[in-house]
């Protein structure tokens, strides 16, 4: 192999990397996860990096204390996160190799699944 074919080989491989990156960004954006709480009484969304999107009450959470209606939005926040955050990881695999060692730092920060009932 020439130096030609080299630099040729290597640019090929530096636009196959850029490619990927911007497929991985487009997903990134679009990452969102929603969860309910067991009981039906809240629905929350969540999106990249776990920022909570919204949040929905249903008529189910008027006959919940003030305590009752925490713990089912902390849950079911906990849950949309974790979703989330899974996704986001699962969009990056193409990037940086599903075994590689970044991936596993990476899923070593997700938060573990949870419950959602309060």
Do not use: K, N
Not at 40 to 60: I, K, N, Q, S, Y
């Amino acid at each position: 192999m020439d130096g030609r074919e080299w630099l040729d080989g290597y640019q090929q491989r530096l636009q196959d990397i850029r490619a990927r990156a911007h497929r991985v960004q487009a997903e990134l954006a679009g990452v969102e996860a929603t969860a309910t709480s067991a009981d039906g009484a809240v629905t929350v969304t969540a999106g990249p990096g776990g920022v909570l999107r919204r949040v929905v009450f249903d008529e189910r959470s008027e006959g919940l204390s003030r305590t009752q209606l925490g713990a089912a939005v902390v849950a079911a926040v906990a849950q949309a996160q974790g979703d989330a955050a899974r996704r986001a990881t699962e969009a990056l695999e193409p990037l940086v190799g599903r075994d590689s060692e970044a991936m596993r730092v990476l899923r070593s920060h997700l938060p573990a699944a949870e419950s959602t009932a309060p």
